[in-house]
């Protein structure tokens, strides 16, 4: 019985060890260089989607059953009569789609796949203005093209907190989530879906001091999905069965400041619940939440733990510079610094040997292999300030990513 007792000791010894040291693991990738040459201000090459007539920006993809590799990305035009990007993207986004045979390079553009609804004669529609922040997950053998939408609310009455707003804002302060489920990549192309004619998640405050549409009643507290969700990411949580879609609100302490949320849900389509309490909870020093934005979240099957990979605005969460920085979790609801938090910096590793710094690289989207390791990283990305110009120096790069041990 002693020899027994004994041997018990012993092996929940190890198998303590054994969770204690993968609750110790935690990922670090080294970009690996990418086959584009600079023009100008941007990037061509396999390496980088672009468009002489179009912004690109943000793109997703899932390997599909046919063995491609199908990318659904963020275009809207460009042009010296057209506004400046950091309108246009609110005013007239689309989302386009873009094939490959592999995985981080040669992504050919097909069409657009979805536009605001307006400009096929709806404007009454939830999404009439724009859609944008495509993400894209294969969940039970089906497709789910996860994005958001916004229509403009019309001029605010005199005398009313958002008469002084223009109409890209009005549209900007409307954006909500919805999502498209379909077969294959042959519907999505022919239109063989059937787009939802309401929001999975919409906000449920709108507190702001002044210049809000429609804002929530004096002394409401603000829920993370406060005033737009925007930039969904979903990923299945095998514990429960549970779908988590995380989400950007807006909150004001005075100035704007990107906060975030989880909604849970049974079904990949909704309805989703969002919780009260804000995620990616990282402090700075004068003990407001750092800024950040574009969460990507994924399950590790081998490591049995959430990450989660996001545009840090200022630094305070990568602890060095502004860039890409992860965040790992348990359940998918309490986050955590890794030992490591910075993903990456803002600069891309060229096959000529030449490191490129970039003034944008955000929208983070992976390939992720089925032991959970990210493979591939799809950003939107500008060599230069992008905002105030109307030329479309914009481009979406796939940077092969490798694993540091």
């Not at 040459?37 to 997703?60: E, Q």
């Not at 042009?79 to 005013?91: H, K, N, R, Y």
């Not at 954006?175 to 063989?192: S, Y």
């Not at 409401?220 to 969700?229: E, F, G, H, L, R």
Request: overall charge neutral; proline content about 8%; charged content about 25%.
């Amino acid at each position: 019985m002693k020899q027994f007792k004994l041997f018990g000791i012993l092996g929940l010894l190890v198998i303590t060890a054994a969770c204690a040291q993968k609750k110790e693991q935690s990922i670090r990738v080294e970009a690996q260089p990418i086959d584009a040459t600079v023009m100008g201000n941007i990037l061509v090459g396999p390496s980088a989607l672009n468009d002489p007539d179009r912004f690109v920006w943000g793109g997703s993809v899932v390997k599909g059953d046919d063995g491609k590799y199908h990318m659904i990305y963020n275009v809207f035009e460009c042009g010296d009569s057209l506004p400046a990007f950091t309108d246009g993207w609110v005013l007239h986004s689309k989302l386009a789609y873009a094939v490959s045979d592999y995985p981080d390079h040669d992504f050919k553009f097909q069409k657009i796949v979805l536009r605001g609804r307006a400009l096929d004669g709806d404007t009454a529609a939830w999404d009439a203005q724009m859609v944008s922040n495509p993400h894209i997950k294969k969940f039970n053998g089906k497709y789910y093209l996860y994005y958001i939408g916004s229509k403009d609310p019309g001029v605010q009455p005199p005398g009313s907190p958002g008469e002084k707003l223009n109409k890209r804002n009005r549209v900007q302060q409307n954006q909500k989530i919805a999502v498209i489920e379909f077969n294959n990549f042959e519907d999505l192309m022919n239109g063989n879906f059937n787009r939802p004619d309401a929001p999975i998640l919409a906000p449920r405050t709108r507190v702001k001091p002044d210049n809000i549409v429609d804002p929530s009643p004096e002394g409401t507290q603000a829920k993370p999905d406060n005033i737009i969700v925007v930039n969904p990411s979903v990923t299945y949580r095998p514990a429960d069965g549970k779908y988590l879609l995380y989400f950007k609100g807006n909150l004001y302490d005075p100035n704007w400041r990107g906060v975030h949320g989880v909604a849970l849900s049974n079904s990949p389509t909704g309805p989703f619940t969002p919780l009260d309490d804000i995620i990616f909870d990282i402090r700075t020093e004068d003990g407001k939440i750092a800024s950040a934005e574009d969460p990507y979240v994924w399950y590790h099957k081998t490591q049995q733990k959430f990450y989660a990979v996001f545009k840090d605005f200022s630094g305070k969460i990568t602890g060095q510079e502004p860039g890409l920085a992860i965040l790992e979790s348990i359940d998918g609801l309490k986050w955590t610094k890794p030992e490591q938090p910075f993903f990456m910096e803002k600069q891309l590793v060229l096959q000529s040997g030449d490191t490129l710094k970039v003034n944008r690289l955000e929208r983070p989207q992976l390939l992720i292999d089925d032991a959970g390791n990210p493979q591939v990283l799809y950003s939107a990305c500008s060599i230069i300030n992008i905002n105030p110009t109307t030329k479309g120096e914009s481009f979406n790069v796939q940077i092969p990513l490798k694993l540091k041990q």
